[in-house]
């Protein structure tokens, strides 16, 4: 059975990318020009991320149920493999 990402972990990986050269370019805006308009910059920049969170809060369910029916599965395949027990499933 292949998986593949889902959402939460899309945003999460994107969010660490956007962390590391967030940094980076704060740190040039910086040295740049003074640190008042460097952070206020930086500051502005994160509302088309927030705007861009607010999108994807959208597609969260659908990513769980997706996610619930993939756990199912495997469950279901660990059971006839004889592998866990019903009990051990969880409800």
């Known amino acids: 059975m292949t998986f593949l990402w889902g959402t939460a972990t899309a945003a999460h990986q994107v969010d ?18 003074t640190v008042g308009p460097a952070l206020t910059i930086s500051s502005l920049f994160r509302l088309p991320c927030g ?3 607010l999108f994807l809060v959208r597609l969260f369910p659908r990513d769980v149920e997706t996610l619930r029916a993939d756990m199912q599965a495997v469950a ?4 006839e493999r004889g592998k866990t027990t019903r009990a051990a499933l969880p409800r």
């Open 16 to 33: 660490s990318l956007g962390t590391g050269v967030g940094r980076f370019v704060g740190g040039w805006l910086a040295q740049l020009l």
């Open 51 to 53: 705007v861009l969170l």
């Open 76 to 79: 279901r395949e660990l059971l």
